[in-house]
């Protein structure tokens, strides 16, 4: 397991993203299945970073580990005004695919929520295959609400 702390600003995901793409290469995994995994983690810190609080220390922690046959990626962050809800987006619309693209992207996904923040995480497999299909909003996630320790 990879723990990082990184600064809530757009920055830190190529900061993230280079770690982890380090880090997976080094597990053997191919260019395929580490781009996922880096588009996934950007997604979630940006999500992070424009919906969500810096955690007390001015940072979101960010953790991943290779599990199975499952890159687990954890964004947390000291939660915002709403909890992280898939979207649908139209052609035209500017934001709002996020999760759209988590949710295609990665076996399961999902939202943990503390009384102190929330972490997004998903699990992108390790090999590849083709994306999910359907975008339907009640579909993928996992919510869990309760305290956990990071």
Do not use: C, K, Y
Request: proline letters at 5%.
């Amino acid at each position: 397991m990879v723990l990082m702390h990184v600064r809530a600003e757009a920055a830190s995901a190529a900061v993230v993203r280079a770690g982890l793409t380090a880090d997976l290469a080094a597990h053997g995994l191919s260019a395929d299945a580490r781009n996922d995994a880096a588009l996934v983690a950007t997604e979630l810190i940006t999500n992070a970073i424009q919906h969500g609080r810096p955690l007390p220390t001015d940072e979101l922690a960010v953790e991943w580990s290779t599990e199975g046959e499952d890159v687990l990626i954890r964004v947390t962050d000291a939660g915002g005004s709403s909890h992280p809800t898939l979207m649908s987006s139209g052609p035209d619309d500017t934001s709002g695919r996020g999760l759209a693209i988590v949710h295609s992207l990665a076996s399961s996904w999902g939202v943990e929520i503390g009384s102190e923040q929330v972490t997004v995480w998903a699990r992108v497999p390790r090999s590849p295959s083709t994306m999910r299909p359907s975008i339907a909003p009640a579909e993928g996630a996992a919510v869990r609400r309760g305290r956990r320790a990071f």
